[in-house]
């Protein structure tokens, strides 16, 4: 069984160690840095060339031209066309449901008169082009393409483009479907943090987009945060993390798979269980003895239990609420018999799965919000990723002639305080005798 660790509320180091637990120093590896940053230059100054060299270098595929990594719409519709009717259905599903969901968020533009005419307003207008990156190789992430594709979609967003590493030529059916059924306009196989600047400067063949999205390898995050403010990124991800809030009444068995399915992501994920009730730690302790060796990632999740997880006493629900505001958890699971009156506790939270029958893993693929969400407690200040990351608002000022005179007068006195004269004149000149235009 996995050494994992024991907490009590209230033990007097309590706080101390729950800082320490959730802790994650997010350094900059040096030597990725580097090479990210020499990456980026070479791929701004020579664009398709450099793009090529990395795609030989890192995929092994020695294309003549980054046209022939362009896979054509025939070939997505036909992976499509070939899934098995399970997956196809599945995924198509999947989609559907998410699309749904995210028509809800869109925002639509607005407008108000005044009194003496003048007329103000928000022009809420989508991206001309999004970016989507997408983990490739043997690894299949259908539902990212889906996650990050169907609210830029749904947004308004002219041109879809995705970038997804084929190494060896390996291109990937259900990643292609996926793209299919979401939408994508335009799909590339190169990955990396060449991939990352190519649709950030744009290329040749690669054209520039106005906002990446899409999660990726630590070079790939490099990468992102380098070209941040050429473009926009969605955000700097953190290793997964699941908190579950649990009165005793849930089968151990689920609970413990729950905490399973985040940490078998990597080493560095974290699970944490938090209840009142200390017998209940200690049967889902032994339903993660007894589950583990059936799970094929079992190394993993022994690994991500070891060094980041936890089982947590706590004096009761409330107690609880407060201890997953502290954390902001990426997913937070409310697996209790009455779970309102918890619910309306809890502000810091990336998703909240409400009940017992909610588990994380149907949202992380079907149930229809994003599974794009803040990690690292950034869930205090930052959402899942939606429709309005994919739209932009422009303000509107239709000021009235009488408006000009009233508002110009305000606009005159405070740009004089700020010894800004010109500003002052500018202002005047809209109500001043002798100035009307």
């Known amino acids: 069984m996995p050494e994992i660790l024991r907490l009590d509320a209230a033990d007097p180091g309590f706080d101390a160690a729950l800082a320490r637990l959730t802790a994650l120093e997010a350094s900059q590896d040096d030597e990725v840095e580097r090479s990210v940053a020499a990456i980026l230059a070479d791929v701004r100054g020579r664009g398709d060339a450099a793009v090529l060299e990395y795609t030989r270098r890192f995929d092994r595929i020695a294309a003549p031209a980054v046209s022939a990594l362009e896979v054509p719409a025939t070939e997505l519709a036909r992976s499509r066309d ?55 190789g043997k690894a299949a992430y259908p539902s990212s393409v889906l996650m990050n594709a169907l609210p830029a979609k749904v947004a308004g967003v002219g041109e879809l483009v995705m970038v997804v590493p084929a190494p060896d030529g390996e291109r990937n059916p259900l990643v292609l479907a996926a793209a299919a059924i979401a939408g994508v306009d335009r799909v590339f196989t190169i990955g990396g943090a060449q991939a990352v600047g190519a649709l950030a400067y ?145 502000r810091h939270a990336g998703a909240i799965f409400v009940g017992p029958y909610s588990s994380e893993a149907i949202g992380d693929y079907c149930a229809g919000p994003n599974h794009v969400l803040p990690t690292s407690r950034t869930a205090r200040f930052s959402s899942p990723l939606g429709v309005y990351d994919f739209q932009k608002r422009s303000s509107l000022i239709r000021v009235s002639r ?23 004149r500018s202002a005047e000149y809209r109500f001043l005798g002798g100035r009307d235009r």
Request: net charge negative; proline share 6%; with cysteine.
């Open 82 to 136: 070939a899934l098995p009717a399970l997956e196809r259905e599945a995924l198509e599903l999947a989609a559907e449901r998410v699309r749904r969901y995210h028509e809800r968020q869109r925002a639509g533009s607005w407008e108000y008169a005044e009194p003496d005419g003048t007329v103000l307003g928000q022009k809420v207008t989508p991206l001309d082009r999004v970016g989507l990156y997408v983990p490739g």
């Open 202 to 346: 744009g290329t040749e063949t690669v054209p520039a987009v106005d906002k990446i999205v899409g999660p990726g390898n630590k070079y790939v995050a490099a990468a992102k945060r380098r070209v941040f403010g050429v473009v926009g990124i969605d955000m700097i991800a953190g290793p997964s993390e699941i908190l579950v809030v649990c009165d005793g009444a849930t089968d151990p068995d689920w609970i413990a798979m729950d905490l399973f399915s985040q940490a078998e992501h990597d080493e560095v994920a974290q699970a944490i269980l938090v209840s009142p009730d200390a017998g209940f730690l200690d049967r889902v302790a032994a339903a993660i003895a007894r589950l583990l060796p059936e799970m094929p990632r079992s190394e993993v999740i022994r690994a991500s239990l070891t060094s980041r997880g936890a089982l947590i006493r706590v004096r009761d629900l409330d107690e609880a609420a407060a201890i997953a505001n502290r954390i902001a958890p990426e997913h937070l699971e409310l697996s209790v018999r009455d779970p309102e009156p918890l619910l309306a506790k809890i």
């Open 402 to 424: 009488d408006g000009a005179a009233s508002l110009g007068r305000v606009a005159a006195t405070l740009a004089y305080g700020e010894g800004l004269a010109a500003h002052a």
